[in-house]
Every structure is written in structure tokens, then in C-alpha cells.
């Protein structure tokens, strides 16, 4: 797998069902770490609403999922916003609806409709990008060298994580899979310069 479907930047949905409102939002996201910091966020930004429900999907395949139905009935929030990123075919998101109770109870199949909806609303107002599955390197160099390994870098649109100038270079980077093979070819074919997997 050399390329993933995600979205570019922070997207918002809304549903409204007898009073109660649902607030969904769809972030960028890349780790579990990541993810428990978004949904202490809107926990913070919304102290007053009942619940802050959520599901997300991490890493290129897509494997690691969590949701979490924070007090609604088992099933009703967390499975329904997971099955709508799911539907979406979309990886390294998370998507938080927080919930503010109108005073009608809206029952299971309720409920379901309601987090379904507002996460295919966010989804829906998202720009959707399509990224390349990248690897981390180390690459060491003599400074001599650097001015060769620098410009592969830049030719291949490499990104440049950092860089330690000194008598032996050292240089973090990002590389797509889909070019690994090539990038590393061409760096290790300068003599003097080693490229280690993070």
C-alpha cells in the first residue's frame, strides 16, 4: 500500500433531531496520542454538552480503529461514526460529535441516525486529499557531501524532518514508499553516505 485517502484539514457537520443537537467535527489525525488530545479539546470546548462521542481510524491500512460511545447506549454513537469514516474509505481521521440534549429522548434507532449523520456532514463539508505513504530515514554524510545529498532531496521533494550540520551530517527524512527503493539508491550510490530506517 503506497497511498492512503484522509482530509486536509479540519471539517465541521451539524444534525438537529427534537432539541438535541449534534456537533460533528473531522480532524487530521495520526496517532492515538493525537487522537486522545482532539477529544480532551472538544471536551474543553464544550463542557456543557452531555456527551462527547467519537471513532478513529489510524495508520496507511487503516487497522487501528477506536470509538467510544461516552455514556450513550453500547452502539449507538461510536459503531455508526466509525461505519460512516468506513463508508468514506478514509484512514488517520478522527471524527468527535459532541451532543447537546434537547429533552425528547430520540431511542436507539434515534440516536444511531443521529451521530451517522453528523459525521457524513463533516465528512461531506471535508476536502479529501489522497497522500503518500511515507517512511522515515536517517541519512549520515560526510559535510563535504552535503551539498550532493541536499539536492537529491530537493529533486525528489523530499521532505527534510532536520538536519545536524557537522563533521558528519546527519538528516531526517520522510520518503514515499513508492520511491524508497530510488532515493536510497541514489543516495547510498554516493560513496561515504549511509541510509538507516527510523
Same mark, same amino acid.
Not at 453528523?118 to 536517517?138: G, N
Not at 541536499?150 to 520522510?174: F, P, S
Given at each position: ?5 484522509t ?15 449534534f456537533?460533528?467535527?473531522?480532524v ?6 493525537k487522537?486522545?488530545?482532539? *477529544? ?5 470546548? !464544550?463542557?456543557? $454538552?452531555? !456527551? !462527547? ?6 495508520? $496507511? ?20 461514526i ?7 474509505? =478514509?484512514t488517520?481521521?478522527i ?5 447537546y ?12 441516525? $443521529?451521530y451517522k ?7 461531506? $463539508?471535508?476536502?479529501?486529499i489522497?497522500?503518500? *505513504? %511515507? ?9 563535504? =557531501? ?6 537529491i532531496?530537493?529533486? &525528489?521533494?523530499?521532505?527534510? =524532518?532536520?538536519? !545536524?550540520? %557537522?563533521?558528519?551530517?546527519t ?5 514515499? &514508499? ?12 554516493l560513496?561515504? *553516505?549511509?541510509?538507516n530506517? &527510523?
Amino acid at each position: 500500500m503506497d497511498s492512503f485517502i484522509t482530509i486536509e484539514s479540519i471539517a465541521e457537520g451539524i444534525f438537529k433531531d427534537r432539541g438535541s443537537k449534534f456537533l460533528a467535527f473531522a480532524v487530521p489525525c495520526g496517532t492515538e496520542d493525537k487522537a486522545r488530545q482532539i *477529544v480532551g479539546g472538544y471536551r474543553e470546548k !464544550h463542557p456543557s $454538552a452531555v !456527551h !462527547h462521542c467519537y471513532a478513529c481510524r489510524l495508520g $496507511a491500512d487503516g487497522k487501528n480503529q477506536r470509538f467510544s460511545d461516552d455514556g450513550e447506549p453500547g452502539g449507538t454513537a461510536g459503531r455508526p461514526i466509525m461505519g460512516t469514516i468506513l463508508s468514506a474509505n =478514509l484512514t488517520n481521521i478522527i471524527i468527535v460529535v459532541v451532543r447537546y440534549y434537547g429533552g425528547t429522548p430520540l431511542g436507539v434507532p434515534g440516536l444511531i441516525n $443521529a451521530y451517522k449523520t453528523a459525521a457524513a456532514e463533516a465528512i461531506a $463539508a471535508a476536502i479529501i486529499i489522497k497522500k503518500q *505513504v %511515507e517512511v522515515a530515514y536517517t541519512v549520515t554524510f560526510s559535510y563535504a =557531501l552535503q551539498g550532493e545529498v541536499m539536492r537529491i532531496l530537493k529533486v &525528489k521533494g523530499i521532505t527534510l =524532518l532536520n538536519l !545536524h550540520m %557537522e563533521e558528519v551530517c546527519t538528516a531526517g527524512v520522510l520518503i514515499p &514508499k513508492a520511491q524508497a527503493a530510488e532515493v536510497v539508491g541514489r543516495l547510498t550510490g554516493l560513496q561515504g *553516505v549511509a541510509v538507516n530506517k &527510523k
